[in-house]
């Protein structure tokens, strides 16, 4: 007969994360949470990314994360991390070539802890990317809990793909139309992931899909979102037409660091590098929020022409702004930018083209606007600075997001695209100005800013997310013997 049994010594989980910026941020953070919960964390990703981590995040992760870098046969040298898709498709290979070391280590954990202070993990908490990790749970007999870095509207659909499968709805048709998805309103081909659409490489079709049709046998999925914000998405991943396996849904974000959610004030210690320091000084100099921020996170990177319109519509917009500038790798700033638009707008712009301090730039009193792509936690950011957004979605869930962003949340525009789905330097000068200071862009500020306030109370004692967390604690530490 099954009875209860709850761990005496410190509980320890494995966490295993994809490895792309925008799913090791958020996991790193919960492992902290989840550290500072009293857990031991041993945390793993592929090597490059784990010295990454090192090198840049050591100083403020929780004493109790172990960090582990698993080697990815990817010659070093040939990650060349944030250079757009190709990188992205490099992941994948990355991503499926971790398995042998982590099934080795996972084993190496159980066996020492025999000998050791460190219990063995309770549960591998693994991104929804690792779907072998499934197998690897499965054979050492402990749950596998998912980590979802997209939203929960979009984790409706993933629950759904085996239906959609079978209906032949998924790879998507170009000209597809009115999908009906259980609980939302129809969506068009275009709208759905950009991984299951007929046009997207084959390799990523079935990477997505492989991994995706897993999620119904995990033990539960911790998604970085919260009911305030998502409420009905959340209600409809429990019902019946969704989630026929009952598998927990434990919506617990937003995942991000307590300072940035409690808008404290910024220390300088916070920003040591001279990226930083520089966004920083330019930014103490511009007007209370006038400065659009624009930024397409750590893969996507637009085609030279969407560059160019971006560049003619800030130019026209006459606002200050702050860019973080990737070329695609064939470009220069000084040839492919339109002629005399680094000189034109030099009293008013400000051009990264390294990594940037995107949390400390967001909390900025002077931003005012996000041009984003609409990576999850680019919008989740956004939101919980009240910064509104103006949407360009690339590639992934993005599509879907911006909607969510414009016609859900109503917190941000979206560009409409012309010719060759690029979106016009006219219309990005309209909908600039109309972000910064148009009266929509106002209504869209408060919007934001009351929903700033509803993530700093969800995450607190008592709030929808503290109480997903401790009722996941009680789970994850609760073992069936
Ligand atoms: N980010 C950053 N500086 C940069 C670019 C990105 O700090 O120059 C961070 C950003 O704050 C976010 C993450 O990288 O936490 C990007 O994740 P997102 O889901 O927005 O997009 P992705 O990179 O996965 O497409």
Same mark, same amino acid.
């Given at each position: 007969?099954?009875?209860?049994?709850?761990?005496? !010594?410190?509980?320890?989980?494995?966490?295993?994360?994809? %490895?792309?910026?925008?799913?090791?941020?958020?996991?790193?953070?919960?492992?902290?949470?989840?550290?500072?919960?009293?857990?031991?964390?041993?945390?793993?990703?592929?090597?490059?990314?784990?010295?990454?981590?090192?090198?840049?995040?050591?100083?403020?992760?929780?004493?109790?994360?172990?960090?582990?870098?698993?080697?990815?046969?990817?010659?070093?040298?040939?990650?060349?991390?944030?250079?757009?898709? /190709?990188?992205?498709?490099?992941?994948?290979?990355?991503?499926?070539?971790?398995?042998?070391?982590?099934?080795?280590? @996972?084993?190496?954990?159980?066996?020492?802890?025999?000998?050791?202070?460190?219990?063995?993990?309770?549960?591998?908490?693994?991104?929804?990317?690792?779907?072998?990790?499934?197998?690897?749970?499965?054979?050492?007999?402990?749950?596998?809990? &998912?980590?979802?870095?997209?939203?929960?509207?979009?984790?409706?659909?993933?629950?759904?793909?085996?239906?959609?499968?079978?209906?032949?709805?998924?790879? &998507?048709?170009? /000209?597809?139309?009115?999908?009906?998805?259980?609980?939302?309103?129809?969506?068009?081909?275009?709208?759905?992931?950009?991984?299951?659409?007929?046009?997207?490489?084959?390799?990523?079709?079935?990477?997505?899909?492989?991994?995706?049709?897993?999620?119904?046998?995990?033990?539960?999925?911790?998604?970085?979102?919260?009911?305030?914000?998502?409420?009905?998405?959340?209600?409809?991943?429990?019902?019946?037409?969704?989630?026929?396996?009952?598998? %927990?849904?434990?919506?617990?974000?937003?995942?991000? %660091?307590?300072?940035?959610?409690?808008?404290?004030?910024?220390? /300088?210690?916070?920003?040591?590098?001279?990226?930083?320091?520089?966004?920083?000084?330019?930014?103490?100099? !511009?007007?209370?929020?006038?400065?659009?921020?624009?930024?397409?996170?750590?893969?996507?990177?637009?085609?030279?022409?969407?560059?160019?319109?971006?560049?003619?519509?800030?130019?026209?917009?006459?606002?200050?702004?702050?860019?973080?500038?990737?070329?695609?790798?064939?470009?220069?700033?000084?040839?492919?930018?339109?002629?005399?638009?680094?000189?034109?707008?030099?009293?008013?712009?400000?051009?990264?083209?390294?990594?940037?301090? !995107?949390?400390?730039?967001?909390?900025?009193?002077?931003?005012?606007?996000?041009?984003?792509?609409?990576?999850?936690?680019?919008?989740?950011?956004?939101?919980?600075?009240? @910064?509104?957004?103006?949407?360009?979605?690339?590639?992934?869930?993005?599509?879907?997001?911006?909607?969510?962003?414009?016609?859900?949340?109503?917190?941000?525009?979206?560009?409409?695209?012309?010719?060759?789905?690029?979106?016009?330097?006219?219309?990005?000068?309209?909908?600039?100005?109309?972000?910064?200071?148009?009266?929509?862009?106002?209504?869209?500020? +408060?919007?934001?800013?009351?929903? +700033?306030?509803?993530?700093?109370? &969800?995450?607190?004692?008592?709030?929808?997310?503290?109480?997903?967390?401790?009722?996941?604690? !009680?789970?994850?530490?609760?073992?069936?013997?």
């Amino acid at each position: 007969m099954a009875c209860e049994q709850v761990q005496a !010594q410190a509980p320890h989980v494995v966490f295993l994360a994809f %490895p792309t910026q925008g799913h090791i941020i958020p996991a790193i953070q919960f492992s902290n949470t989840l550290a500072s919960e009293g857990f031991i964390v041993t945390f793993m990703c592929a090597e490059q990314r784990i010295a990454k981590i090192r090198k840049s995040q050591g100083a403020e992760l929780n004493p109790s994360i172990r960090l582990i870098g698993l080697p990815d046969n990817v010659p070093l040298g040939e990650l060349r991390i944030d250079e757009g898709a /190709d990188s992205f498709l490099l992941s994948l290979r990355i991503a499926d070539n971790m398995a042998p070391a982590f099934e080795q280590t @996972v084993n190496g954990l159980i066996k020492d802890s025999k000998e050791s202070h460190v219990p063995p993990p309770l549960c591998i908490i693994s991104d929804f990317f690792v779907s072998w990790s499934q197998d690897i749970a499965n054979k050492f007999q402990i749950p596998r809990y &998912v980590f979802y870095t997209s939203p929960a509207s979009h984790l409706t659909l993933v629950l759904y793909l085996p239906r959609l499968l079978e209906q032949g709805i998924v790879p &998507v048709a170009p /000209d597809a139309r009115g999908i009906v998805i259980p609980g939302r309103p129809p969506l068009d081909g275009s709208e759905m992931p950009w991984d299951w659409q007929q046009s997207s490489p084959k390799e990523v079709n079935e990477f997505s899909f492989r991994n995706q049709l897993r999620l119904h046998e995990s033990s539960g999925i911790l998604i970085n979102t919260f009911y305030e914000l998502e409420g009905e998405a959340i209600d409809a991943l429990r019902t019946e037409a969704i989630n026929p396996n009952k598998v %927990p849904i434990y919506p617990l974000g937003p995942i991000l %660091p307590s300072w940035f959610l409690k808008g404290e004030p910024i220390n /300088d210690e916070a920003f040591p590098d001279q990226t930083g320091n520089e966004c920083m000084q330019w930014l103490d100099a !511009q007007a209370p929020s006038s400065v659009l921020y624009v930024s397409f996170g750590s893969v996507a990177i637009p085609t030279i022409r969407q560059i160019q319109e971006i560049a003619r519509g800030l130019d026209a917009s006459q606002q200050a702004f702050l860019w973080i500038l990737r070329l695609p790798p064939s470009a220069t700033e000084a040839t492919d930018l339109p002629e005399g638009f680094l000189s034109r707008t030099h009293s008013r712009g400000l051009i990264i083209s390294t990594w940037a301090p !995107q949390l400390l730039i967001l909390s900025h009193p002077s931003t005012g606007g996000f041009m984003s792509h609409c990576g999850w936690n680019s919008i989740l950011e956004s939101i919980c600075s009240g @910064v509104p957004i103006l949407a360009l979605p690339q590639f992934a869930e993005q599509f879907l997001n911006s909607r969510l962003v414009a016609e859900q949340l109503r917190v941000g525009l979206k560009l409409q695209r012309g010719t060759d789905d690029v979106a016009e330097s006219d219309e990005i000068e309209i909908a600039v100005r109309e972000l910064i200071q148009g009266e929509e862009g106002r209504a869209m500020k +408060k919007r934001a800013r009351a929903l +700033k306030e509803e993530a700093a109370r &969800v995450v607190a004692e008592g709030g929808s997310s503290h109480t997903t967390l401790n009722a996941f604690v !009680q789970a994850a530490t609760t073992t069936h013997a």
